[in-house]
């Protein structure tokens, strides 16, 4: 009955996101909820599974972190325009664009329900008291916390200049990755199999990270964001994508000349 009553929160939070995008032309709005309200639906489902009071804690302080860092920047970010993707998707929806809305957000409704799970699972584990494992995941969560941060005031820093207009940022981060605020955030959730580690369904834990890089990587993060590169910077988006792997942080192949060192 509790994972029914998750699932209809969601749901119904979705489908507010979608009157939320339909009424303000902000579709990017509808990301910022799905933030707020998967992080809800974690810590209750952390509440929920609690086995040990420090380790569900811990597991509850990264999500509340999470979606209020995220999510307030995600509600930022929308109030500057529509979401090039989201224009994207429109624009081949058609005369239906209001409906298949409607269902592409009722499907990030069912995409929310991994990350809970593992949520629940974490905060079930019955190690008696906190260890290493407890330990290893604060790491991954400050790495997480930090590294996202990094990557998202090195762009802001970027975008600032009027110099840097429609061009391509490789400085810091940027220059070994692609999208390291993806990467970051994908390795925050890393942190839930550590928790749960010892647990009988401890596996299920790896859902999160599991799910997260398929989204981030091949349907909702770079595919429509580089597309969206692509159409706008062209061949210097071209000459950065030979040089900066897409997700793995990793040493730029050549260096970049001064012409493509702006941001995006």
Request: hydrophobic share 55%; net charge positive; charged share 15%.
């Amino acid at each position: 009955m509790t994972a029914l009553a998750l699932a209809v929160f969601l749901s119904a939070a979705m489908a507010g996101a979608w009157v939320v995008a339909d009424r303000s032309g902000r579709s990017g709005h509808a990301d910022a909820i799905w933030t707020f309200a998967t992080g809800a639906a974690c810590v209750a489902a952390v509440a929920i599974g609690a086995e040990h009071g420090a380790r569900a804690g811990i597991a509850a302080l990264y999500l509340l972190i999470w979606t209020f860092r995220l999510g307030v920047y995600l509600w930022k970010r929308a109030a500057h325009g529509e979401d090039p993707r989201y224009a994207a998707l429109k624009a081949g929806w058609g005369d239906r664009a209001g409906v298949r809305l409607f269902q592409f957000l009722q499907v990030q409704a069912v995409a929310s329900w991994p990350l809970v799970l593992s949520a629940y699972v974490a905060a079930a584990a019955p190690r008696p008291s906190l260890d290493g494992y407890d330990l290893a995941a604060l790491a991954v969560f400050a790495v997480a916390l930090g590294g996202e941060a990094l990557a998202d005031r090195q762009m802001a820093e970027f975008k600032a200049d009027p110099a840097n207009k429609g061009g391509i940022c490789e400085r810091g981060l940027w220059g070994w990755s692609r999208h390291p605020n993806y990467f970051f955030e994908w390795v925050g959730w890393l942190g839930f199999p550590l928790l749960a580690f010892g647990y009988g369904w401890g596996w299920l834990a790896w859902t999160a990270p599991a799910w997260m890089y398929v989204l981030l990587v091949y349907i909702s993060g770079l595919p429509p964001l580089e597309e969206a590169m692509r159409r706008s910077r062209g061949a210097a988006f071209d000459a950065y994508c030979a040089r900066v792997n897409a997700f793995w942080p990793w040493p730029p192949r050549s260096a970049p000349t001064a012409a493509h060192e702006r941001g995006h």
